[in-house]
């Protein structure tokens, strides 16, 4: 399976938040954490003190005027549906194409799997530490949303 949506990020994005692979739902949508149960959008419009951005169009456009720099771990991989745990033969996505054309100064990955993948596959080549935050799934149903928010909110103000 190849990954088809382009990262979002312009020359003035400060942090990158990294997830492992676009679900089914953000597949069919076409665009970053696309199904409805997903609170990514819920946690990042409450951090920012906006409105939950709607269409695609929204949706670059909050991420850009905020600094936020949005893409996946993964090129390509092998996975059966929307399933981390299913993931094999990972070919991983090449930072420097952000890296080098932005201020990132940051990069926090969208939970457990992101995180094992991203030291496995990216980090020996970047060199960049990335922080680990609890997933915005809905399969992490372990962590409320005021949860995730909190946790998401005191690591991204403290960029660390």
């Avoid at 970047?126 to 409320?144: D, E, F, H, Q, R």
């Amino acid at each position: 399976m190849q990954h088809t949506i382009n990262p979002v990020y312009d020359e003035k994005s400060k942090i990158l938040i990294l997830g492992s692979f676009p679900s089914v739902k953000s597949r069919e949508t076409g665009f970053f954490y696309g199904h409805p149960q997903n609170r990514f959008w819920k946690v990042l419009a409450s951090i920012y003190q906006e409105s939950v951005p709607k269409t695609i169009e929204e949706k670059k456009a909050f991420l850009l005027q905020n600094h936020v720099a949005v893409w996946d771990v993964i090129h390509s991989c092998d996975i059966s549906g929307s399933s981390d745990s299913s993931i094999k033969n990972v070919v991983a996505n090449d930072l420097r194409v952000i890296l080098e054309h932005t201020e990132i100064e940051h990069i926090f990955v969208n939970g457990r799997k992101a995180y094992e993948l991203y030291n496995q596959y990216i980090f020996p080549k970047i060199n960049k530490k990335a922080v680990c935050l609890p997933s915005t799934s809905p399969a992490n149903a372990a962590w409320g949303l005021d949860r995730l928010i909190a946790a998401w909110k005191a690591a991204i103000n403290s960029g660390s």
